[in-house]
């Protein structure tokens, strides 16, 4: 096994403290208490910080080592069903798009909520609609997104939970 450095500690720290944040809303927090909109803002917070490190950061760090790409996701989904084995020190295709969803879709209902807030939006049903259904949305990519780890790490044999917690990937020699 070789151990590569990928993701850096900030990398980590904003992936976990938005994990437990959107599974807690998701899952426990009441939409009305106050620290559900807290956690909306911290969300928010920590998403834009880590666009910001998508720019400056470290090179796995950055957006330019996991493009969004449509044709090569497809590319990589064709390949998995030929049993084709890719590893990618990044994230792989599939796993990019994904990245990209679930920042644009913490964006939009961090938004939302925010403008729930407002005098002119407060108690306007289509915002609260909008919000309800970009949530959803979150729930189901965030049960993909898992999938897909889980998945990714028994077909790769790489273990990405393990990457995420260490910053390091263990990736099996060419024989294994």
Same mark, same amino acid.
């Given at each position: 096994?070789?151990?590569?450095?990928?993701?850096?500690?900030?990398?980590?720290?904003?992936?976990?403290?938005?994990?437990?944040?959107?599974?807690?809303?998701?899952?426990?927090?009441?939409?009305?208490?106050?620290?559900?909109?807290?956690?909306?803002?911290?969300?928010?917070?920590?998403?834009?910080?880590?666009?910001?490190?998508?720019?400056?950061?470290?090179?796995?760090?950055?957006?330019?080592?996991?493009?969004?790409?449509?044709?090569?996701?497809?590319?990589? &989904?064709?390949?998995?069903?030929?049993?084709?084995? #890719?590893?990618?020190? !990044? =994230?792989?295709? *599939?796993?990019?798009? @994904?990245?990209?969803?679930?920042?644009?879709?913490?964006?939009?209902?961090?938004?939302?909520?925010?403008?729930?807030?407002?005098?002119?939006?407060?108690?306007?049903?289509?915002?609260?609609?909008?919000?309800?259904?970009?949530?959803?949305?979150?729930?189901?990519?965030? &049960?993909?997104?898992?999938?897909?780890?889980?998945? #990714?790490?028994?077909? !790769? =044999?790489?273990? *990405?939970?393990?990457? @995420?917690?260490?910053?390091?990937?263990?990736?099996?020699?060419?024989?294994?």
């Amino acid at each position: 096994m070789q151990r590569i450095p990928v993701w850096d500690i900030f990398v980590r720290f904003t992936h976990w403290c938005v994990a437990i944040l959107v599974i807690g809303e998701l899952t426990v927090i009441d939409e009305d208490w106050a620290i559900h909109r807290w956690a909306g803002y911290v969300v928010l917070g920590f998403v834009a910080l880590r666009l910001v490190w998508g720019l400056i950061g470290p090179r796995h760090a950055r957006f330019s080592s996991f493009p969004p790409s449509l044709e090569a996701a497809k590319a990589h &989904l064709a390949g998995l069903l030929r049993g084709r084995r #890719e590893r990618h020190l !990044s =994230h792989n295709p *599939l796993g990019a798009l @994904m990245v990209y969803n679930l920042w644009a879709s913490l964006i939009a209902v961090c938004l939302t909520g925010l403008l729930m807030t407002t005098r002119t939006f407060w108690g306007v049903d289509w915002v609260e609609e909008v919000h309800e259904v970009i949530a959803n949305w979150i729930m189901i990519s965030v &049960l993909l997104h898992v999938a897909g780890v889980v998945f #990714e790490s028994l077909y !790769s =044999h790489v273990n *990405l939970v393990r990457a @995420m917690i260490t910053g390091e990937k263990e990736i099996p020699g060419p024989g294994e």
